[in-house]
């Protein structure tokens, strides 16, 4: 739901960085990679219990992956490079409530389990969706240049990341965090279900 005010705010900035970092040679993909390789240090430590250390180095990932497409768009964008973006972004995605669930098992257990479950509901109405999209040919800029069909709703990147910062700022509430974004999440899925069956219902395979 911020995303697109949240991009007029940041995307200035890091076009700039992602533009001299171009210049040294790095790639997109290395970027990327980078912003994983951070975000699973930053699972480590809040598993461990150095949640404060998780979330400076959660952010930092979080920077790594804004900048990613920003080195992209300075140089050259790759259907691989959309594509190794999705896949880090889901893996960060579901490793941060798991090291909850390491931190303290026996509270954020069955919450991180639900939160767990609608994530991977919600990925699966949004590749569902792009999936589609790409085969009618729609296009949308709502969220910026992406290599992938973006729906809007109302959770997004945004709203995640504000979430993850939250429980680490009062990792004792996660249960009751994690419980009610879990039931945004689930609505933010069916959402889009309707969506889709507003969208494509009455397409054909062939259309």
Same mark, same amino acid.
């Given at each position: 739901m ?8 940041? %995307?200035?900035?890091l076009?700039?960085v992602?533009a ?9 993909? *290395? ?5 994983l390789?951070?975000?699973i $240090?930053?699972a480590v ?5 150095? &949640?404060q250390?998780? +979330?400076?180095?959660?952010l930092?990932?979080?920077?790594? %992956?804004?900048?990613?497409?920003? &080195?992209?768009?300075? #140089?050259?964008k790759? %259907?691989?490079?959309g594509?190794? %973006?999705? &896949?880090a972004?889901f893996?960060?995605?579901g ?18 389990? +639900?939160?767990?479950?609608?994530? =991977?509901f ?20 709502q969220r ?6 973006? #729906? ?5 990147? #945004?709203? #995640?990341i504000?979430?993850?910062?939250a429980?680490? $700022? ?5 249960a009751?965090?994690?419980y009610l974004?879990?039931? *945004?999440?689930?609505y933010?899925?069916?959402?889009? $279900?309707?969506?889709? =069956?507003?969208?494509?219902g ?6």
């Amino acid at each position: 739901m911020l995303d697109g005010q949240m991009r007029k705010i940041i %995307d200035g900035p890091l076009n700039a960085v992602g533009a001299q970092l171009a210049k040294t040679g790095i790639s997109a993909n *290395a970027v990327t990679g980078v912003g994983l390789a951070l975000g699973i $240090i930053a699972a480590v430590l809040i598993a461990l219990g150095n &949640v404060q250390a998780g +979330l400076w180095v959660l952010l930092l990932s979080r920077v790594a %992956d804004g900048l990613d497409g920003a &080195v992209a768009r300075a #140089t050259q964008k790759t %259907d691989f490079g959309g594509y190794w %973006d999705i &896949v880090a972004d889901f893996f960060f995605y579901g490793a941060i409530p798991v090291a909850f669930i390491v931190l303290d098992p026996s509270a954020n257990a069955v919450a991180g389990a +639900l939160l767990l479950l609608s994530f =991977y509901f919600n990925g699966g109405t949004f590749l569902g969706y792009a999936i589609l999209a790409e085969k009618h040919k729609l296009q949308t800029a709502q969220r910026g240049s992406k290599s992938l069909y973006f #729906t809007t709703g109302l959770l997004e990147g #945004t709203e #995640t990341i504000a979430f993850f910062v939250a429980c680490c $700022i009062w990792p004792q509430h996660f249960a009751i965090m994690a419980y009610l974004f879990a039931a *945004a999440c689930f609505y933010t899925a069916f959402a889009r $279900i309707w969506l889709a =069956y507003q969208e494509f219902g009455s397409r054909s395979p062939t259309d």
